[in-house]
């Protein structure tokens, strides 16, 4: 099975800050890695999807990019609305895996 | 619209079957992967399985043999079924389309309890 290594598990940053969480692959996995994020009591919601393509409605300060087997899901200039829980998964072969999740707060 | 609901029991006894039904509308589950996920008490979430576009099916090795995903195509909807319940098994159940997971339904809270 593909192991997602998600990190940090927490991370505390400031508004208008620059956020970065990252998900390692065990192999390769392509372009097939999406991120979440969870709020508190909600369904988790698509961020990006094909490693680097925004979903629809997102705001552009998010972004995804890969480098190998690793891949980072980038917040331009952190917001209140982007507190949550952040969520890689990889949908390259069965049984997909979820990272372990990142808990994003404010500093 | 894209929509997803999950509708399940609530509490079930230890040892008994799971049943959630996830009825979509808005596009067609011949079209689709359809996913199963989950997330127990203070964890991440949990991939469990999926049926295909063309009816096949994959599952996490996690739950072994007691995870059945299924559909009925004209009712729009797509099902799980597990059995041997564990107080473990407590947790929020959702349905999600797409090999990328690109919407999710609202999730049903299942209690595992006697």
């Known amino acids: 099975d593909i192991q997602m290594t998600q990190s940090p598990a927490s991370l505390s940053a400031s508004l208008e800050e620059i956020v970065t969480i990252t998900c390692q692959a065990s192999q390769d996995i392509g372009n097939w890695l999406s991120w979440y994020q969870q709020k508190p009591g909600k369904s988790p919601q698509l961020l990006i999807y094909?490693?680097?393509s925004l979903a629809d409605g997102v705001p552009s300060r998010f972004s995804g990019s890969r480098s190998g087997t690793q891949y980072s899901l980038k917040i331009s200039r952190l917001q209140v609305e982007d507190i949550g829980i952040y969520y890689c998964?990889?949908?390259?072969?069965?049984?997909?895996?979820f990272g372990a999740g990142t808990k994003l707060e404010l500093k | 619209q894209v929509q997803l609901k999950e509708t399940g029991p609530g509490l079930v006894q230890p040892t008994q079957t799971l049943s959630i039904t996830c009825t979509v509308s808005g596009f067609s589950l011949t079209s689709y992967y359809m996913q199963w996920v989950r997330q127990t008490p203070g964890k991440g979430l949990e991939w469990m399985g999926f049926?295909?576009?063309?009816?096949?099916?994959e599952y996490n090795s996690e739950f072994k043999s007691r995870l059945s995903i299924s559909r009925d195509t004209s009712k729009n909807q797509v099902f799980l079924k597990m059995n041997s319940l564990k107080t473990e098994d407590t947790g929020v159940y959702y349905c999600a389309r797409g090999r990328s997971a690109h919407y999710w339904g609202q999730g049903v809270m299942v209690t595992v309890s006697s």
């Open positions: 094909g490693a680097t």
């Open positions: 998964l990889q949908a390259y072969s069965a049984p997909y895996t």
């Open positions: 049926i295909r576009s063309g009816g096949s099916t």
